[in-house]
Structure formats: structure tokens, C-alpha cells
């Protein structure tokens, strides 16, 4: 079997980047500054495979606006330096009508977490959303059919990010 990991450099880790499978689209963020809560580079909105695949442009709202998502992809990839804390911030929107159909909109975040990636690692890094509250998971996915919950630090005082456009 071919190791997934073959194409990262000695020094690097991979983190991807997902939103929930169904309805929810999600803004991520990442940084590396050694300050907590700084530097954060925004990738955009990651929404499911089947939204991403029936309308690769985002969701339109109501009010004619993309909120944001036009370039709305079902993953994002970052290449990590190992052993140096990665920050990543994520929040989500999500319409009570549906993905195809916005009728009220309801948000939740941003959740900020932080982690050290391992060298030659593969993580998966996940927003995940269940009853009134929202969070980030982060699963080591490096050896094939095995995902290992990675331990997070959670970073709540973080200032949430102007919308992002």
C-alpha cells in the first residue's frame, strides 16, 4: 500500500481544512504568529462536497449577497511547519431553509484552537457543529483508515475576525 504521507518534505505537516458533510458553510482561518490570537491568514469557505458540487459559487442569500462564500471550496489544504504551534480559527453559517434556501441565517463561532503538528503528519481538521454550540476537531489522519483525535488547545478570548468579505 502507498504511504499518503510521501509527498510531505521532512520538517512539514499538512492540515485539511473541512467543514461539516451537510449544510453548513465554514470560513477558516490560520496563523503562526507566536502571538496568541495574531496573524491570521484567511483561507475562505469550505461548505460540503454536495454544495460545492451543485453550485461551486457559493450560496446566494436573500438580499442578492454571497455572504462571502464565492469561491467556496469543500476543502482547504495548508502545509504546516512541524513542530511550530498552528492556530486555526473557524466559524459557521447556516440557513433553517436549507443549503439551497436561505430563510434565517444562524452563525456560530469563531472557535479558535491551537496544536503543534508532528513531522510527516496529515491532520484533519474539522468544524463541527451539534445542538446549540459549534467546535473544531482535530484528528491525526496520517496512517490510511485510522483517525487519532489530536489533544487542542482551545483559545476562547480570541477577538472574532471582520466578516471577511
Known sequence: MRDPREHLQEGTAELVLRGPTRGVATHFSVSVSAGQCAGFMPFGWAVSEEVASVYPWGVMTKDGLHRGMALAEPRFVYGASAGRRVQVRAYGSWSTGGPFKVDKMVNCGPVTVSFVPGDRRAYAVEFT???????????????????????VEELPNCAPPAFPG
Open 129 to 151: 457543529w451539534a445542538g446549540k454550540g459549534c467546535g473544531v476537531r482535530v484528528f491525526d489522519a496520517s496512517d490510511p483508515g485510522t483517525r487519532v483525535s489530536v489533544e
